[in-house]
């Protein structure tokens, strides 16, 4: 806190009690206190004089229990109260969830409760202010993250379509004119636009994640998983992999984000299969206390105990593009939807052995 002085309001109407508060708070030279004895004063005030916190009686002549921390909040909501009670600390309790930073019982505080009851009443309301305003920019940065995407996929997407199809179109009506050195110059030009409009995908996709505007609904992971299985049989086909679903459960969660989820998952696991033998995939998941834990383990090439924490960064490969395709974005995706649903995701490998996801996700009910 600074050293400017601290401004209380003191409402209550018991001459007795005012006497004891101003006594306890006379020798405290940075704290100016004035005391009025009903609420419609009490408002009269606080439209004259800023003040930093209000030690607040809930039975007043002229209003009583929650109505007289309502009107306070009337004419000042952001101000700080600290509500004075007498034995019923039912109210005192109703009163901190209508916003009150904290409560005295009269006649069972000690100046030294009191003091603490004013200084930290003002200090948690600053650092809540704080807080809200770091919400507010982080909401406001997401946002403007989330218009850029969508306009940088816009206006890079429009004429790189146009460089693929002209790139392809040579490749088909122009191959046989060109030598090898200019048909290998359209060979770049189109597989380089393609992964460039797959990196432009993928970013939105990460940039959309903290929007916010799935509403939380129950998924059931057994057919989401199934059909994210379905859709990729012809890879799963091609590299002769097995993939071992458990029975899942049904979670709390945005659907479009979980499908991306696991499906990045199981791409991945089918992508860094090794050479000498045939991907296996499992999926299974464990219950804790209120949430699951999912794994999708596979047999692929592992990795080094030193990247664990790297691969769920973004951009960040441990293979080339020619080794391995891909935008360095997938993991980081899965880690902001894990986190976005309150859970974590980690990993577990060992090279030329196989690699582990774990995640949690909340369970529904």
């Not at 409560?103 to 003002?122: C, E, M, P, Q, T």
């Not at 060109?178 to 290998?184: E, I």
Request: aromatic fraction near 6%; charged fraction near 25%; include cysteine.
């Amino acid at each position: 806190m600074s050293n400017a002085p601290i401004n209380v309001l003191l409402v209550e109407d018991n001459a007795a009690d005012a006497y004891l508060i101003c006594k306890f708070l006379i020798d405290e030279t940075d704290i100016i206190l004035s005391h009025v004895e009903r609420l419609d004063d009490a408002i009269d005030s606080l439209a004259q004089t800023h003040f930093d916190a209000v030690l607040l009686d809930l039975s007043l002549p002229d209003s009583r229990a929650l109505e007289t921390v309502k009107g306070i909040y009337t004419a000042d909501s952001e101000l700080p109260i600290i509500v004075l009670t007498g034995l019923d600390d039912e109210i005192a309790i109703a009163a901190l969830h209508e916003g009150a930073q904290d409560y005295l019982v009269k006649g069972d505080f000690k100046k030294s409760d009191l003091i603490r009851a004013v200084r930290y009443a003002i200090e948690r309301h600053q650092t809540l202010d704080k807080l809200q305003h770091l919400n507010d920019e982080l909401k406001r940065s997401n946002d403007e993250l989330e218009r850029f995407a969508h306009v940088v996929s816009h206006d890079l997407q429009q004429p790189l379509q146009s460089i693929l199809g002209f790139g392809q179109l040579l490749a088909l009506t122009q191959q046989a004119q060109f030598d090898d050195v200019a048909n290998g110059y359209v060979d770049h030009i189109v597989t380089d636009g393609q992964r460039m409009s797959r990196l432009i995908q993928d970013l939105l996709a990460y940039a959309k994640v903290d929007a916010g505007e799935q509403p939380d609904e129950p998924v059931d992971c057994n057919q989401l998983v199934q059909a994210i299985a379905s859709e990729i049989a012809p890879t799963v086909e091609a590299a002769q992999a097995k993939i071992t679903i458990q029975t899942l459960p049904t979670v709390i969660g945005k659907p479009s984000q979980l499908r991306q989820l696991f499906q990045n998952l199981l791409s991945n696991a089918l992508k860094y299969r090794s050479s000498d033998r045939a991907p296996q995939v499992t999926i299974s998941v464990e219950r804790q206390e209120k949430t699951w834990r999912f794994s999708v383990e596979d047999n692929g090439i592992g990795i080094e105990p030193a990247h664990f924490d790297e691969i769920f960064q973004i951009f960040q490969r441990l293979h080339s593009k020619e080794e391995y395709p891909g935008t360095g974005i997938g993991l980081a995706t899965c880690k902001k939807i894990v986190e976005n649903h309150k859970g974590r995701i980690w990993v577990a490998s060992e090279p030329d052995v196989g690699t582990t996801v774990y995640f949690t996700l909340p369970s529904a009910d």
